[in-house]
């Protein structure tokens, strides 16, 4: 896919029952394939942003349009199809389900999409692995997970652990965007650089839209673009 990915117009946000918006932004695109840092004191509206391109919330009609749809305009059920298969999300406190396994977790991504199971088949026709099962496990290892973690189930694992079996989630049936919010906050430099290696192929070789928010501000020169919400944001952060 080419061409963009995220473009927004006009956008204005306000949570119901705040007396002021959080978001007012006239113009911000990504492109499909880019690769871009947000950055953002806390509580500046990041994590909301990003719940509106992911269709967890919704916007009003024309003002987000994120691979060619019109966000305001889709139904619950259409924005939730959209996620299920073309969006990976890495939220910011995971969401695993916390009784099955690490592997398990990592199915559950193509459980809810056929697009992303079809996606899995494909890539196991050109690859020598043998299963869908399979092919969760090779993404958690080179996540730097280990055969025993795989198979525990994600509340015995570590912070850290728990952010990569959640990455792993995302990036699994290559979705044409992946949302990460925070995803190395808990993680040492060791495995945040590998992270980051991983994250980075798989979006390379699947021409992964990334929009990655962080407060780490090291990890800027990874990436092609970083650009903080106030530069985007008309709403200032004193008024919030
Ligand atoms: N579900 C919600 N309902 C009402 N208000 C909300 C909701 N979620 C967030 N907010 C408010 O929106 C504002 C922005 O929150 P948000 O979580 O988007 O910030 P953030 O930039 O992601 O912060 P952090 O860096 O701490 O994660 C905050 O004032 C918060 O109270
Ligand atoms: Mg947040």
């Given at each position: 896919m080419t061409g963009t990915c995220i473009e927004l117009k006009n956008l204005e946000f306000q949570w119901p029952?705040?007396?002021?918006?959080l978001l007012s932004i006239p113009q911000f695109t990504v492109q499909q394939g880019e690769r871009l840092l947000l950055r953002g004191a806390s509580g500046s509206g990041k994590s909301t942003l990003l719940s509106l391109i992911a269709g967890i919330h919704t916007p009003k009609a024309h003002q987000l349009q994120v691979l060619g749809h019109d966000m305001g305009q889709l139904s619950q059920r259409q924005r939730d199809n959209l996620r299920a298969n073309e969006i990976g999300y890495i939220f910011q406190q995971f969401n695993l389900l916390p009784y099955l396994s690490a592997q398990a977790n990592v199915l559950l991504a193509e459980h809810f999409s056929t697009a992303r199971r079809q996606r899995i088949e494909q890539s196991l026709r050109a690859s020598k692995l043998s299963s869908h099962k399979e092919q969760a496990r090779q993404l958690l290892l080179q996540l730097g997970l280990s055969d025993s973690d795989i198979t525990r189930p994600a509340h015995q694992l570590s912070v850290g652990q728990q952010q990569r079996v959640a990455a792993a989630r995302a990036l699994f049936g290559a979705p044409a965007l992946i949302i990460a919010d925070?995803?190395?906050?808990?993680?040492?430099s060791e495995h945040r650089d590998s992270f980051i290696q991983v994250l980075f192929a798989a979006c390379q070789q699947h021409n992964t839209t990334l929009l990655f928010v962080t407060h780490?501000?090291?990890?800027?020169?990874?990436?092609?673009r970083s650009i903080e919400l106030t530069e985007l944001n008309q709403v200032s952060q004193e008024s919030l």
């Open positions: 029952g705040a007396t002021r918006p925070e995803p190395t906050s808990a993680l040492d780490d501000a090291s990890l800027a020169h990874h990436f092609e």
